[in-house]
């Protein structure tokens, strides 16, 4: 039993550039477990192992990755907007603009 992700991504974790965890990003394609509906995405918790495409994390939860993935790095300030949705590509895009001063 296990959840399928797609779209997936390993993202470390940093705190002032010092990693803390990493986590799995990703979209739901089967549940076995019928916590998260198909197309969800899922934020798991700390990943404690990494075994080929199946990953368990620290809440004993298995992950199975499909196709092609990426990984990333976001700073703890902003874990909060990859639980609550935003994948790690948009994270990065608003920081840049954050940074951004008008002309």
Not at 24 to 39: A, K, P, Q, T
Request: hydrophobic share 35%.
């Amino acid at each position: 039993m296990n959840t399928v992700l797609k779209d997936w991504c390993l993202v470390d974790v940093n705190d002032d550039g010092i990693l803390i965890g990493s986590v799995l990003w990703g979209i739901v394609v089967d549940d076995s477990s019928i916590r998260y509906l198909v197309n969800d995405y899922v934020c798991t918790s700390r990943i404690t192992k990494i075994y080929q495409k199946l990953i368990t994390t620290s809440s004993n939860s298995l992950y199975q990755i499909i196709g092609e993935g990426s990984h990333a790095c976001i700073e703890f300030e902003d874990f909060e907007l990859l639980r609550n949705g935003f994948n790690p590509q948009q994270i990065t895009e608003l920081r840049e603009l954050a940074t951004k001063r008008p002309h």
